[in-house]
């Protein structure tokens, strides 16, 4: 009878440990739920803690905290419902000089990837 008591509780915390696990998964909101404005402030919080650690970057533009001038964010027309990424276009420019950036924000997963000129 003991066994079989210890080996409920066992199975039991595993499914438990399990569904915590998989279900408790925090996921972001769909890209089109995100207006521009809340990508273009997710990117540059984002942007600005990065810089701290890209020592080229900073050399490059002379500063830590540059200005940062937005284009324009183009959206599917045709599948919004089942865009996962936001391409988000923007220029930094400091004393030393400026450079472009395409943050590649990832609504629902909540990070961003970047590529520049």
């Keep these: 009878m003991k066994a079989i008591s210890m080996k409920f509780i066992f199975i039991s915390t595993i499914i438990a440990l399990a569904a915590v696990f998989f279900l408790s998964e925090d996921k972001g909101p769909a890209c089109y739920?995100?207006?521009?404005?809340?990508?273009?402030?997710?990117?540059k919080n984002d942007y600005l803690q990065r810089m701290k650690?890209?020592?080229?970057?900073v050399q490059l533009l002379g500063t830590e905290i540059p200005?940062?001038?937005?284009?324009?964010?183009?959206?599917?027309?045709?599948?919004?419902?089942?865009?996962?990424t936001l391409l988000v276009p923007f220029k930094a420019e400091g004393p030393e000089g400026k450079r472009m950036y395409y943050g590649m924000y990832h609504c629902e997963e909540g990070y961003v990837e970047y590529a520049n000129d």
């Design 53 to 57: 650690r890209w020592d080229n970057d």
């Design 33 to 43: 739920q995100v207006s521009d404005e809340q990508a273009r402030t997710f990117v």
């Design 67 to 84: 200005k940062i001038t937005w284009e324009k964010i183009e959206r599917s027309l045709t599948d919004v419902e089942d865009e996962k």
